[in-house]
């Protein structure tokens, strides 16, 4: 294992208990980290929570608590809920942690040496929930947060700068010479221009609160949250003391994050690297923003969809499968229980819980659970086959553009394909003679053997999915130490071994 794949999360403010927003994301990453490791990179998936700042201050105040006892308490909610998910996170780091606080100072520290940090005044329109300074063109109608449209103040504060406007060209220049740095496309030119149309200084120091990282040789002021947001990605891959681990990891291959947060993630952060000298991250993928049954989901509508419930209710490999497969990856999604309820039941109890069923059963009923062994191909079996190897590849380049639905739809091509050949090859009617009993024997082989491919296909997806299909297909060998190259071409099932009777995979659920 030499290459390496490093994927994040944004990493969560604590101010907020996790909802599906949040669990999109991080099953998104999950997804893309397991499939790395079935192509046998060695990969590490950092997720995480954000804990600073006057949001989380503000939760705490209200609450009566510590702004860390709020951060202890809600980071077991996330932690939780990851278990829950099947998360397999290599790290999860809190900004809190005093190896964070090493990483963001040292930064600090190159940047100020840089000479890219200066003492000036802020005064601009502060939205306090958002911890935003806006300039007077950006306001929304009534001096109001163009971001989340609550009432902004004029604010002003001896603040540190970055030179920001310094790495303006340099940032174009990237751009262009990194088309595929910022996904889906239509962001990447909406940085693009954003960018030209000029970068102002940018205020990373605050006075006004003190839940935060001081500044280097001035305790009165403490680091902007997101230049320590921004920053974990770095601790978490050895920033500043371990250099090999650096070398190692940095620069990730994907930030994984929300379109709202792009500006910090495809402006901000590669602006605060190139100061600090550091090589700047290889993508950032921003997705799109989930509503609930229509509405845009909040606290106040209190329709916040808790995803420990739909797992509760619905199991987690389809929660998994739905949110990856509803929506591309890039687009808003609107998600409702009478969609999911439909996905649960036609795609997975339907097309995949029968196929796998009404196979296993047939093997039982046959060959007393014995996998027979193939002999005397015929076209049908052959067209089996190919539409089988020809998914591996396909599956390679939707993974690489993060295109998940793509990926679950060529997938569901080859479980379509393998229901179609048990339609044409009717088993059942060759158990009637036995002069057919080699037919039927090649004709189960093969619906076994595109049953071993699909669950090696959805391993990434649908973990426990694929390690029950695996474990009753009677494979010794353990599913995450496949690699999907190696043992997704076709025939590596062994007749002889034997399969077990079916448990459904997924029940049926009632509308
Ligand atoms: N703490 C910052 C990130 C710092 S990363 C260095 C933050 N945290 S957050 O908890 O508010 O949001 C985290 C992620 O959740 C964002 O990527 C955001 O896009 C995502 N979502 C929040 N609501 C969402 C939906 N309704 N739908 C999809 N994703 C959503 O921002």
Redesign the pocket.
């Known amino acids: 294992m030499d290459r390496t794949f490093y994927v994040?999360?944004?990493?969560?403010?604590?101010?907020?208990v996790p909802?599906?927003?949040?669990a999109?994301?991080t099953i998104a990453a999950d997804t893309l980290a397991r499939y790395k490791r079935l192509c046998g990179y060695d990969c590490f998936f950092l997720t995480g929570?954000?804990e600073h700042?006057q949001k989380v201050e503000k939760a705490a105040r209200e609450t009566g608590q510590a702004p860390l006892e709020l951060a202890d308490r809600v980071v077991e909610r996330f932690k939780g809920l990851w278990d829950a998910l099947h998360i397999t996170a290599d790290d999860f780091i809190r900004t809190t942690e005093a190896r964070h606080r090493e990483a963001v100072t040292a930064l600090y520290q190159r940047v100020w040496e840089k000479g890219d940090i200066y003492l000036g005044d802020y005064e601009d329109w502060y939205c306090t929930p958002c911890e935003t300074f806006w300039t007077e063109t950006q306001l929304a109608g009534g001096n109001t947060c163009p971001d989340c449209g609550r009432p902004t103040e004029r604010l002003k504060e001896k603040s540190y700068f970055f030179r920001m406007s310094k790495y303006q060209d340099a940032l174009v220049r990237y751009l262009e010479e990194h088309p595929d740095f910022i996904q889906p496309a239509s962001r990447y030119n909406e940085i693009l221009s954003f960018v030209k149309g000029g970068l102002r200084d940018l205020s990373i120091s605050r006075t006004t609160f003190t839940w935060g990282i001081p500044v280097p040789n001035d305790p009165d002021h403490v680091i902007y949250?997101?230049f320590d947001?921004?920053?974990?990605?770095i601790t978490a891959a050895g920033f500043p003391g371990d250099e090999k681990r650096f070398q190692q990891y940095w620069p990730a291959d994907c930030?994984?994050?929300?379109?709202?947060?792009l500006r910090?993630?495809a402006v901000y952060?590669p602006t605060f690297l190139m100061s600090a000298g550091l090589p700047i991250p290889r993508k950032v993928f921003?997705?799109?923003?989930?509503?609930?049954e229509g509405q845009?989901?909040s606290k106040s509508l209190g329709n916040v969809v808790d995803p420990n419930q739909l797992v509760k209710e619905y199991g987690v490999d389809p929660v998994r499968y739905f949110l990856l497969r509803e929506v591309p990856f890039g687009i808003?999604?609107d998600f409702s229980r009478s969609a999911m309820v439909h996905r649960i039941n036609s795609d997975l109890a339907n097309d995949l819980g029968n196929l796998f069923s009404r196979t296993l059963s047939m093997v039982v009923k046959y060959f007393d659970g014995v996998i027979p062994a193939p002999s005397n191909l015929q076209d049908v079996d052959r067209r089996l086959q190919e539409a089988s190897e020809k998914v591996f590849p396909l599956l390679a380049q939707q993974m690489d553009e993060l295109a998940f639905n793509k990926a679950l739809i060529s997938i569901w091509e080859m479980v379509s394909a393998a229901n179609k050949y048990i339609d044409d090859t009717a088993p059942w009617t060759l158990a009637k003679a036995e002069k057919d009993r080699p037919r039927l024997g090649t004709v189960l082989y093969h619906t076994l053997e595109s049953l071993r491919l699909i669950a090696l296909l959805l391993a990434a997806f649908m973990p426990s999915t694929a390690e029950k299909m695996w474990s009753q297909l009677g494979i010794e060998e353990q599913l995450w130490e496949q690699n999907i190259k190696e043992n997704g071409t076709w025939g590596g099932l062994e007749p002889g071994k034997k399969v077990v009777k079916p448990i459904p995979l997924f029940p049926r659920i009632e509308a």
């Open positions: 994040t999360t944004p990493i969560y403010y604590v101010n907020d909802h599906i927003g949040h999109y994301t929570t954000d700042g949250v997101w947001a921004l920053t974990n990605y930030h994984i994050i929300g379109k709202d947060i910090f993630h952060w921003a997705h799109g923003w989930w509503t609930v845009k989901m808003d999604g």
